[in-house]
């Protein structure tokens, strides 16, 4: 039983505690889910369950933590993760070997277990998460899905009876959300204790016996809602007009001779359109996107970009925005002001700084170094700077990764708002409300073939 | 150019026994000195080279390699050998040519020369082919346990793995990054254009493997990893490995032999 009593936490030099006398008792076998906003302190509780606080992280700690009676503030944190198990939201920066043996052993070898041992529990343990088969792959081909359910093989063979999930599903498609419902589901039946933290929680309320709401470090009474209407989509105000912008014919596109990722796709799209790019990873999505901002060119079929056609990226600078997935790889300079003045600098435009500020809401942080403000900011920072070229069209890859509701309905918001200034706006999602937004889906299945499907 | 499975030789041997191999061949190629043992020593190593059975691509990788360097180390070598004595065997530009005769003295093909860079390029091949025998049959992981077995302490050797898990990452995150200044309208071209490039994708570049490198630690740091740990992979010493110690010891003390007694 983990027991936690009037439990506060604040960070090595911070003001506010991150956590505010928090109490809480979650029996075994209990799947709880732990929800709120980024910065509610739903991963900093986490931390101080696996000892990451205060063995690594430090700060102060007031109040009492018993896992089964032991307290993980006095544990090493290597002797907690014996009973408590943590997976983390990114699966890529917690696979550390090459190969799928060595990895899935990787934490039996901490623990010093031998090695016939070793060798049981890691084969059982990838039996579990359905990936034996994968057993002498390399770590760097398996597919999103396939790198988590080998993170969680990994925590497994070491055989907690906690199991600590930071995100688990941010990175990761829909079929692979499907399938770590699954694998949570067999967990609990295995009588797992499982202790989620999410900000999509509407998936796991099924499976959750309990969901606790944390609202600026303390625990908010009220039991949340499915609050699907909060989220809900301004109508637009003006249709969108007759002139393309973007027209695919027939597109064919290979990485691999013979084993192409896109083929025939045929696809227009609209000035001021705002279309969204759905489909598992895997399914092209990205290639698409670039394609469309002539980033790659098609091995066959004909890509006309604003009358364009099959141009190069160097003929679209200022005219297409692009935005990849990672806010923090396009953030180049040392504050918010010059971010925004990047671009047009370099094309010898002058632009209105403040209206820029605005639409991002930063006009408070204009001297803020970039990289200091919070993953929602960041990711509105990276949109407006592209935006401040003036491109008219804006092509983004997955923006709402990793945002909780408010930034992602922030920056839904912001693009709608863009449509209805005359850009086009075409981008790729996993989060099925985002795309609620879009005018209409273009849907991408693994057989390479795309649909531009109306909602 | 990476691991392939396989059963040669070379994948047979203990990877301690690669690590000698790869020092003592290292030596050998900078001690001979004579064009006749050089010949024998490359010969020998693209026999090893034939021996994995490489699949056509690399060795036509290997045979551009060979080809332009071979090209590059004779030209270079023959135009620019300085040694005498040296005998002209092509004369190119004649000394008496008005303005760039005068100035260079006549530029000719010396034979001493062609002669020297065979000798060299000869060194180079062993080189690379030595680094491509290891890297294509030797899986990196039992590298780093050959290391650790030979005393490099076995944090090191995790460094050395996550260097090698997240080098690829890295350098797709600044190919995106260079891609994202020129879609903002940075020009890359010149040097000018190149210095402020690499200064916009410093920060970015760095701020990004500070967050992964936490992310990273965090993550080894709650799978319990603090340095002591059992290694369920074994590496086993066999009568092949003592046949290659044995054999690469005599090669060295015959090269070391020649040298100081000629």
Redesign the interface.
């Known amino acids: 039983m983990i027991s936690i009593r009037n439990l506060t936490y604040a960070y090595p030099e911070a003001h506010t505690p991150a956590l505010q006398d928090i109490s809480l008792e979650i029996h075994d076998g209990e799947c709880v889910l732990i929800v709120g906003p980024t910065g509610s302190g739903k991963t900093t509780l986490l931390y101080t369950l696996n000892g990451l606080i205060p063995h690594v992280l430090g700060g102060r700690t007031d109040g009492e933590i018993t896992i089964n009676g032991l307290s993980p503030g006095k544990l090493p944190v290597r002797e907690i993760s014996r009973f408590a198990g943590t997976v983390f939201q990114d699966p890529e920066s917690q696979i550390f070997m090459l190969k799928v043996a060595d990895e899935v052993a990787f934490g039996c070898e901490n623990l010093m277990m031998p090695a016939d041992e070793i060798m049981r529990r890691s084969d059982r343990a990838l039996a579990e998460m359905g990936m034996l088969h994968l057993r002498d792959a390399e770590t760097f081909t398996l597919s999103g899905g396939q790198k988590q359910r080998l993170v969680i093989s990994s925590v497994y063979a070491m055989g907690p009876d906690i199991f600590l999930f930071d995100e688990p599903t941010t990175d990761i498609d829909a079929t692979g959300r499907k399938e770590f419902l699954e694998i949570v589901k067999g967990l609990k039946d295995d009588g797992k204790t499982v202790i989620i933290v999410e900000h999509q929680y509407e998936e796991f309320s099924q499976l959750a016996d309990r969901v606790v709401v944390l609202e600026r470090g303390k625990i908010n009474g009220r039991v949340a809602h499915n609050t699907e209407d909060d989220a809900a989509p301004r109508r637009r105000q003006r249709p969108p007009e007759l002139a393309v912008h973007l027209r695919l014919e027939g597109v064919r596109f290979e990485y691999k001779k013979g084993d192409p990722v896109l083929e025939d796709i045929d696809i227009e799209i609209r000035k001021n359109e705002l279309v969204a790019v759905v489909g598992d990873n895997g399914s092209g999505k990205s290639t698409l996107l670039k394609i469309m901002a002539g980033l790659l060119r098609p091995a066959s079929g004909e890509v006309r970009i604003l009358g364009k056609t099959n141009p190069k990226m160097d003929d679209l600078v200022g005219q297409v925005g692009f935005l990849f997935q990672n806010p923090d790889e396009q953030l180049f300079t040392n504050s918010v002001e010059e971010e925004i003045l990047f671009g047009p600098k370099q094309t010898g435009r002058t632009i209105d700084i403040e209206r820029y500020l605005r639409l991002c809401g930063l006009e408070s942080m204009r001297d803020r170094h970039p990289q200091t403000l919070s993953r929602g900011q960041r990711q509105l920072l990276a949109v407006v700077s592209v935006l401040a070229l003036e491109p008219q069209i804006l092509i983004l890859d997955e923006p709402t990764t990793g945002l909780d509701r408010k930034s992602w309905s922030d920056l839904m918001d912001l693009l709608s708002a863009l449509t209805e200034q005359g850009v086009t706006v075409v981008f790729a999602t996993h989060n099925i409300m985002a795309g609620r937004y879009a005018d209409r889906y273009i849907h991408l299945d693994r057989k390479h073939s795309g649909k531009g499907q109306k909602k | 150019m990476r691991y392939l499975n396989g059963d040669s030789v070379f994948h047979r041997l203990d990877a301690r026994t690669k690590i000698f191999l790869s020092l003592t061949l290292a030596c050998l190629i900078v001690i001979l000195n004579t064009a006749g043992s050089l010949f024998v020593l490359f010969i020998l190593l693209l026999c090893g080279f034939f021996l994995i059975r490489p699949p056509a691509s690399y060795i036509r990788i290997m045979f551009y390699l060979m080809a332009t360097a071979l090209f590059a180390t004779l030209i270079s070598q023959g135009l620019f050998y300085y040694f005498e004595p040296r005998t002209p065997i092509f004369t190119i530009i004649r000394s008496d040519t008005p303005i760039i005769g005068r100035l260079t003295g006549g530029i000719y093909l010396y034979r001493e020369g062609l002669f020297y860079g065979a000798i060299q390029s000869m060194r180079l091949f062993s080189a690379a082919l030595l680094s491509m025998v290891i890297v294509m049959t030797t899986?990196?992981?039992d590298l780093i346990l050959g290391l650790n077995k030979l005393g490099v302490p076995e944090k090191v050797g995790?460094m050395l793995?996550?260097s090698?898990?997240f080098l690829?990452?890295l350098m797709e995150?600044a190919k995106?990054?260079i891609?994202?200044?020129?879609?903002?309208?940075?020009?890359l071209k010149g040097l000018r254009g190149g210095i402020k490039g690499f200064r916009?994708?410093i920060?970015?570049l760095t701020?990004?493997c500070l967050?992964?490198a936490r992310?990273?630690?965090?993550?080894?740091?709650?799978?319990?990893?603090?340095g002591?740990?059992?290694?369920?992979?074994e590496l086993r010493f066999t009568s092949l490995d003592r046949a290659a110690f044995a054999v690469m010891s005599l090669a060295l003390v015959l090269a070391i032999w020649q040298r100081l007694v000629r």
């Not at chain 2, 992310?215 to 709650?222: D, H, K, N, Q, W």
């Not at chain 2, 002591?228 to 992979?233: A, L, P, Y």
């Open positions: 899986y990196p992981s995790f793995t996550i090698i898990r690829p990452l995150g995106r990054i891609t994202a200044q020129k879609l903002r309208g940075l020009q916009y994708l920060v970015p701020i990004d967050r992964k992310r990273i630690a965090l993550a080894a740091e709650v799978r319990g990893f603090t002591k740990r059992t290694e369920i992979k």
